[in-house]
Structures are given as C-alpha cells and as structure tokens.
C-alpha cells in the first residue's frame, strides 16, 4: 500500500483557505522606481587582489581561506541557487592547489566588487550562465598562487629549493628530506610569502580533480535540513512582513483602513511603502491573518487593464508589419517571392513566472548608520546600491549576507531589486525599530509579475526546387526586458533588446537571405529573464519551423539541419552525437514518435531527441530524452548532467502545461493548482553525453532548457501530425 | 494557549494559536528551519513531516490537530532509528540528488514514508507517493533513482 497523505487534495483544486490570501497580488515596481546607479562599463575588474592582510594570516587571496584545521574554504562570488556553482568553483581553485577534494569547503563571498566582480558584467552578479566561464582563469590563478605560496612557505622553512616541492592531495613535500606538511600547518607562513607574479597554470592533462565526478558540497547539508535560505533566517525580535500589492500592475495605493488588520492578535504594525501596505506581526500566520483583515483602495488610473488575449491580438497585427532589424543578409522578401515552395507559422508565448520553490524573502537589520541584508540575490552589487538609496545610505555602509536560494531561474536578478528595495522599504517605514523579514506568500510570487514576457512570432520561409532552404523571415513581437534599466546602454541597440532576439538573429544554419525583425512594445507588466532568456521562444520557433521546412522538403530533419551547418563544427558535433545515442532512424515501438532540436545558448551548444507516446487516457507524454552537450571542458561531469535533467524538467513543465493569463489586468493563476510545473509521474527518463572538449568552459544552468519543447513539439507532429503553435501544449493538446 | 505534542522524540509544549499552521509552529515556535513553506496550500510538499508516522502537509494541519501525536520533521530522522530514513538520506548524497536543495526535506519525508510502507516500491508506487512533492529544479530523474537506490541499501 502507497502511504495515503492524510491531507492531500487533489492538486487542481485550491483549498478555502487558501482563497483569501490570494485575493491581493500583483506588484507595482515602476522601474524607475529606484533606478539610477551607474552601471560599469563592461570589462574586466581589477585582478585578484592577493591581500595578506594582517590577522588575515589564513588567506593567500581573495578567494582562499586556508585553516589551521587543514580546511581550504573557497569564496564563491556567485550566487548557489542549485546550478552547482560552489561545487564548480571549488572544483577550479583545489585542481590548481592541488588539494584533497575532502579537505575543501565553500562559503559566499561578501559584497566587494573591486574583488568580487563577474568579469563578464563588470559588477558582481550571478546570471547569464556565465559563473564558470568567467571564474575559470581567475580561480586557476587563485589557486596556483596559493600553491606556489604554500610551496615558498615549506621552502622556507625546510631550507630545500621550491623547486623540489611537489604538492599532492592537500600535501606540500620534499621528498629528498622525507619531509612532509598539510596545508593548514603551512597556512601562516603561506600567507606572508609574496604572491609570485608568473604563473604556471597545469595543462589539461595533468587535472585529477576537472573532469571528475566529486560529490557535492552542498549535499549533505541539504538532505539533513541544516542548509540555511535567506526564509530560515530568524534575527531576534525580527517581525515578518507581508505586503498587499496591487491586484493590477501600475496600480498605486490610494487609501487603507488598517483597524481591523490591527486587532489581529500578533499584528503590531501596518505601514505604507511605495509597493503597497506592509503588515508587520510576530510570525507569518499573524502577518497574513492581518494583511486578509486590510482594506486597501487602488488608483488603476495608470494600471494594466487589458486581458492577455486582448494584448496578444495586438501583438499579431503588429506581426504583419515590417519591424526593427535584428539580422539581415541577402534580400529574404526577393528569396521568398522567388522560392518554389513558401510556408509561414505563428507561434504564441505565455507569460511564464519563475516560481523558484523558496518564495522570496529578505531579512533587514536597518540601524541610523549602516544596514545588513540576509537574503539569496544574484545581483549584489545592484541590490547594494539600490538597498542603500531606499534606507538613505552609501553602498558601502549596505552588507549583503548572501544565502543559499531556494531556486531563482532569473527572478533574483531584478535590476531594481524588487523584493530587497521592499525590505527595505518597510524598515525605513517602521523606523528601523526592529529586523524586518519579508516573505512573499507563493500567490505573492505568482500574481507578481517580473514574468518571462508573453511574445507572438511570425515566420515566412522559402524552398527552392531541390528543397533547400533559401529564404527566411522572422518577426518577434514582445516587451523589452532590458529598456528602462541599467542594462540598457548595454544589451539595447538601434531598438532591439538582445534578449528578446538572442537563437533568432545568429543562427548557426546557412541560409542565404534573411530578415529577423523586432516590435517592442509596452506595459506595466514586470518583465524579467527566466532560465535561457530569449532561447525560451526562439528556439522553439525556429526549431519547429525547421522541422516544419524539412518535412515539407522531403528531407529527413537531422539530415536537413545538417547540410546547413558545415560551417559549424560544434553545432554538427552535438547534433551528430544526440542523433548517433538516440537511435535516430532506427524503428521505434508503435505509438512512439521522435523529435529532434539544437540550440546554442550562453556559448554552450545543446541537442536532443525526444521520445513521445500518447498514454491510455490519450495524454501526451514523454518517455524519454536523449541529449548532446558541448560545454568546453566539463569542470564537474555530474553536476553538467544534473543540469540538463532539470533544464529539461523544467523547460518540459513549461512548454506542457505553464502559463501566466490576465483577464481585465489581473493575473488568473495563483498557486500550484493553476500555475502547473512538471511533476515527477511526468518526467521522462533523460541520458546526457557530454563532448569531450578542451575548449574554455562555458555555462551549463540554461542551455537545457531551451532545445526541450522544440525536441517534444517535433515528436508530437510525428505521432500525431499535429504542429502546436500556441504554448503551453495544454491548450490545445491533453498533457 | 498551548499545545503540547512530541516533535522529533521530545515532547514541547508551545505558546501558539492552535489555529495556527503546523508548519509555522515548527518553524517560527520551535526553530526548526528544515520543513520549508513552499505554497501554504497543500500543493507542493515542501512542508512534509511525518505525524504518527503518516507523511502530512504542514501547512495545511492547525497545530491544535496535533496535540499528543509524534510529529517528526528532516531534523529527526538523523536520531530517529527509521531505518528508511537512513537509506534514503545515504541514497540522496550518493546520487547527489539536490539542487537548490529546497524542495528536499519534503521530499525525503515523503520518500522515507513510502519506503516504510513500501520497501521495494515500482516506479508507479513512486509516481504515487511523490508526485505530491513539486521539485522545481526537476531533479526527478535522480529522485527517483535514490529511491530505488535506498530500497536497495535497506535490504543490504
Ligand atoms: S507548503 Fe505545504 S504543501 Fe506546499
Ligand atoms: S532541488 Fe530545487 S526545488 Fe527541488
């Protein structure tokens, strides 16, 4: 017998008590709210500051920490959201010390940018997958310079020539003398030699640690409850908050009637903040008893109003209209007019929330001259200059304890700072008289907005005679992620923001004459990225559509992508190699079909098939995925597996069943029952091979995703013969 | 008003609402930071604890409906003598299973259940007795692949 939940409800269903909390939502976060610090040129920061200070003895640099009990803590700069990035890192600095992966330890870096700053952004910033690739240099040097001064310590005190030293597994010795020491009795006096200047960096083939499978750093940790997320921390005295927000974005707050909000046993507090009205209590159950209890009165005057399908509808008429140039060669409408065979295609996109499994929540300690922040954020230096313009303060008086997150998919990357300005926010309000920790319900998160923006496509492409592709058009239509914020000198050109055409505008396939054009258009709805950015709808389109292309060339779809790609050697590598596991060509069961997509993202170049089967209720389901990564050297093996299973979990869930709908403004979904990420009975078995590669390494916790739904859609069209073009599948399709 | 139950073999008396969620009271009341809120509906597992051994959203049990049963949390397994727990803790850290890790302690709660009940499950008593517990990292894959891994170290 199956262990019975003695409280489960179906999971369709939201349960009573739960409807009242969900009747606030939505947020108002103008991003111009609290914008305004300037964003450095992008560029390397300063090097590896390697600073012995004093009473610091046990850190050669900025990135290592090496203990009198023989422990080596490396300082992640990165926010650990799940990617595996403490494991990654530390994997990088021990190959180079030549540590003992047992004696290695990882903790969060503090906020300093000048040390701290991911070299691709220029500020210190978790995002775009980039961790590895841009640590991949700086922590080698990190860790060869710990070497070679543990190595000029052990010289010394041995009086033997450096040059005779080897270190091994966390061990310096000189063997000549049969004299031996760890780590950590070097420690010291490692610490007070000069950091050599030239380093030797280990050639590929002499890694013991890259390259490995090594356990987790944060396994045990998070099996046993110890881990600690900003939503565990628990200062004294702190009081929870909870904030009613506008049930439609752009509303603000016109009036309250906080009385009986008041009364609620536990209450002891309701403010006013720009995002809404706070209530403050001791504990959450206090906390939203007292926000159910709130009257609140909107101005909608500049709210959204409009339905999604009402916006979508605009969305396709500005489709038929020629749009801002986002690619072009050749002369794509000439090709077209001239082809043998034109097809044309119209996808739709959803607005898709985040939903990392820890709702958000920022804990503040606000005091006249300074301000500590506990909390999982991606974006420490913008988080610490926006925190310290709300509380009134100077950046450096602002001290970010970073936590593990519970998940982030982008949501803790907002270039305002959404939660953490609200936190702060409602500290201000409240005098700074006690902690505040703010915690957003899960019908907070979903009525939240900061959505991946809802898009419609519209594809044109032309065969000629033999059945190769000789035309192509595409046009995008969606908000901007990026127009408004600090990224915007950055990531916007000649009014196409790169996010909304990144896997649209660099295709890897040979075709000759194209045009990719952009709409931008507006509306108070957050738009944010969300776990592969614009590959979440540019490959699905121009992968389907291929597929679309090959079909109707007569050409098998592996074989058509790949004549046009011979200028592409990793493309066809991954593409080669997904197609050789799969089997693909090879007969299947009946009732099974497969579907084949590729996608670079983020520099890493991902394929894969799906096998897809209809189950006995007429479902749609996938069975298995095969998939081919190309990510530079693998660092840590298991840890690139483990993303492109949940990549693929996460971008199925999506393309199956996730959608964010608005009827007149407001948001429809609201928890779990309506906003449906995949669950396990849904997951497929996954095999994932890896390229061996020497390449620089690149990242792995986005490319995933976005091959996933193309790969499912390309299967489903051959089982069923049905092309779905409106996302999630559940629209049309039983999943 | 307090309630007084046994949370992880020791018996604590709470100065709570007995309205109060279960969840908040382990959390907030008693300190135990391992069950998570993830939805506070019922929907997602992340608040998984074992009340007289039977798996139970926390979130959605008043800690009032608790008074004098066993309530066990991630916290207790360690300590507990369960010998499910055991497994399914060693199975998880083999496999590295975690991602974010949030969703985890109810995921273990929940597998440990199971494994309980059920100590060679098939992959659909799995489908069954986890599809309650939303991973969004997905680390499915593994999930189920621990389970099948504990079920093996407990026979061992
Ligand atoms: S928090 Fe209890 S089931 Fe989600
Ligand atoms: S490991 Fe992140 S939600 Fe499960």
């Known amino acids: 017998m199956i262990p019975g939940f003695r409280n489960e409800r179906p999971r369709t269903e939201l349960p009573a008590a739960s409807r009242r909390d969900v009747l606030r939502g939505g947020l108002l976060a103008g991003a111009g709210l609290l914008i305004g610090f300037t964003l450095p040129a992008r560029g390397p920061a300063p090097a590896v500051a390697a600073t012995a200070a004093a009473g610091d003895a046990v850190m050669p640099n900025a990135f290592v920490r090496i203990a009198p009990d023989n422990t080596v803590t490396v300082l992640i700069k990165h926010l650990e959201m799940g990617q595996g990035v403490t494991t990654g890192l530390t994997t990088i600095l021990a190959e180079e010390l030549d540590a003992d992966w047992a004696q290695m330890r990882a903790e969060h870096a503090p906020v300093d940018t000048a040390k701290y700053a991911n070299l691709l952004f220029g500020i210190q910033g978790t995002g775009g997958s980039t961790a590895v690739a841009n640590s991949w240099e700086q922590l080698r040097k990190a860790g060869a310079s710990a070497r070679a001064m543990l190595v000029a310590a052990a010289a010394e005190r041995w009086k033997v020539p450096a040059s005779e030293i080897t270190v091994s597994k966390g061990v310096v010795s000189h063997a000549a003398s049969n004299r031996s020491a760890r780590f950590g009795e070097l420690a010291e006096a490692a610490a007070k030699q000069t950091p050599p200047t030239d380093l030797k960096l280990k050639d590929q083939g002499a890694f013991t640690l890259i390259g490995q499978r090594l356990p987790r750093l944060d396994s045990v940790a998070k099996t046993t409850g110890r881990a600690q997320f900003g939503m565990d921390v628990a200062l004294p005295d702190a009081l929870v908050a909870v904030v009613a927000r506008p049930t439609r974005f752009g509303a603000t707050v016109a009036s309250f009637d906080a009385t009986a909000a008041k009364a609620v046993p536990g209450v002891v507090d309701v403010v006013a903040i720009p995002q809404g009205v706070a209530v403050l209590a001791k504990g959450m159950w206090a906390a939203t008893r007292g926000r159910e209890a709130l009257t609140v009165r909107w101005d909608e005057s500049k709210a959204e109003t409009r339905s999604s399908d009402a916006i979508l509808a605009e969305y396709r008429k500005l489709a038929a209209t020629p749009g801002a140039v986002a690619d072009k060669a050749g002369d794509a409408a000439a090709a077209l007019a001239g082809a043998a065979k034109v097809l044309t295609a119209e996808f739709d996109f959803p607005y898709l929330a985040h939903a990392p499994m820890e709702p958000l929540n920022c804990t503040v300690k606000l005091a006249p001259d300074g301000m500590e922040i506990w909390t999982g954020c991606q974006f420490q230096t913008v988080d610490q200059a926006n925190a310290a313009r709300v509380a009134g303060l100077k950046p450096e008086q602002v001290r970010i304890h970073t936590l593990y997150a519970g998940g982030s998919f982008g949501r803790r990357a907002t270039t305002n700072s959404d939660f953490i300005v609200e936190a702060v926010a409602i500290a201000k309000a409240t005098g700074g008289k006690a902690p505040v920790k703010l915690i957003w319900t899960r019908e907070d998160d979903v009525r939240g907005g900061y959505y991946r923006p809802m898009y419609h496509h519209a594809l044109s492409a032309g065969l000629d005679a033999a059945g190769n592709l000789v035309g192509w058009r595409h046009r995008i239509v969606g908000q901007s992620i990026l127009t408004g914020t600090p990224f915007e000198a950055m990531m916007v050109k000649d009014g196409v923001d790169a996010t909304s055409v990144e896997g649209a505008n660099n295709l890897p396939y040979a075709i000759p004459n194209r045009s990719v054009e952009l709409h931008t258009v507006k509306s108070p709805v957050p738009v944010l990225w969300w776990r592969s950015v614009g590959s979440t709808h540019t490959a699905f389109a121009v992968e389907t559509f291929l597929d679309e292309l090959a079909h109707a060339a007569g050409k098998d779809p592996v074989a058509f992508r790949r004549a046009m790609l011979a200028g592409e050697p990793r493309h066809r590598a991954v593409l080669d190699l997904v197609a050789e596991k799969a089997g693909w060509g090879t007969p299947l069961p009946q009732g099974r079909a497969r579907g084949v997509a590729l996608h670079e993202s983020f520099h890493s170049f991902v394929a894969q098939v799906a096998e897809v089967s209809l189950d006995k209720d007429g479902r749609v389901r996938v069975d298995r995925v095969v998939c081919a990564v190309d990510c530079g050297v693998p660092v840590n093996p298991d840890v690139i597996r483990a993303q492109m299973e949940g990549g693929i979990g996460f971008g199925l869930g999506a393309i199956m069943a996730e959608q964010v709908t608005l009827t007149e403004g407001r948001v429809d979904q609201s928890n779990f029952h309506d906003y449906t990420p995949l669950r396990i009975d849904r997951m497929p078995t996954v095999e994932v091979h890896i390229v061996p590669s020497t390449a620089a390494p690149t990242g792995v916790g986005e490319p995933g995703v976005p091959p996933v739904g193309p790969a499912v859609a390309n299967a489903v069209f051959a089982l069923t013969g049905r092309r779905v073009r409106a996302l999630p599948f559940a629209k049309e399709l039983s999943v | ?156």
């Not at chain 2, 969840?23 to 993830?38: M, N, P």
């Not at chain 2, 997602?44 to 139970?56: F, L």
């Not at chain 2, 008074?67 to 850290?93: D, F």
């Open chain 2, 1 to 156: 008003m307090s309630v007084t139950f046994e949370l992880n073999g020791r018996n604590v008396s709470l100065d709570v609402d007995p309205d109060m969620p279960l969840l908040w009271a382990i959390r907030e009341s008693a300190g135990l930071t391992g069950t998570k809120f993830g939805c506070g509906a019922a929907l997602c597992g992340a608040c998984t604890v074992h009340v007289d051994g039977e798996p139970t959203r926390s979130c959605s049990v008043p800690v009032g409906a608790v008074a004098g049963q066993r309530v066990t949390t991630v916290e207790g397994l360690e300590t507990g003598g369960n010998k499910a727990a055991k497994a399914v803790q060693a199975a998880w850290q083999a496999l590295d299973v975690v991602q974010c890790g949030y969703c985890q302690s109810g995921q273990i709660m929940s597998a440990t259940a199971l494994l309980s009940a059920k100590p060679r499950p098939t992959d659909a008593d799995i489908d069954e007795a986890m599809s309650g517990n939303l991973c969004r990292c997905a680390t499915y894959v593994r999930i189920r692949a621990a389970i099948h891994d504990a079920a093996r170290r407990m026979e061992a």
